[in-house]
């Protein structure tokens, strides 16, 4: 994730590169992730990276009640990468291979 972060912010810095978006990196193990993410002005043209949804505590004890949880505290922002080790699920089958997506304040 820190490589991805890297190579998005050095991609641009030429003259002529297209217009490029905000880009925030934040470890989902970090308590004080939700203030910081809450801090941040233009989500709608920043694209998030959250790392290690398998360090998160509340991940641990309920891995989709907390992905319920963080969906709605994250869907303003442009685009949204999470990273988890794939053994951190019980099975093959509860891996989530998709999240569901918003329009505006409703759920899909």
């Known amino acids: 994730m820190i490589n991805l ?9 030429f003259p002529f590169a297209p217009k490029k ?10 308590p004080d992730i939700w203030e910081d993410i809450e801090k ?3 989500k709608k043209n920043t694209i998030l990276l959250l790392d290690a949804f398998d360090e998160d505590l509340e991940a641990i004890k309920d891995h ?14 442009r685009e ?3 990273t988890c080790r794939t053994q951190f699920f019980p099975s093959e089958k509860e891996e989530p291979d998709r999240t569901g997506y918003f329009t ?5």
């Open 80 to 82: 949204i990468v999470m």
């Open 104 to 108: 505006g304040d409703e759920w899909h």
């Open 40 to 42: 941040v002005e233009n």
């Open 21 to 30: 978006y905000d880009i925030k990196l934040f470890p989902l193990g970090n």
């Open 64 to 77: 989709q009640k907390r992905l319920n949880e963080i969906l709605p505290k994250v869907h303003k922002f």
């Open 5 to 13: 972060y890297i190579r998005y912010k050095n991609a641009f810095r």
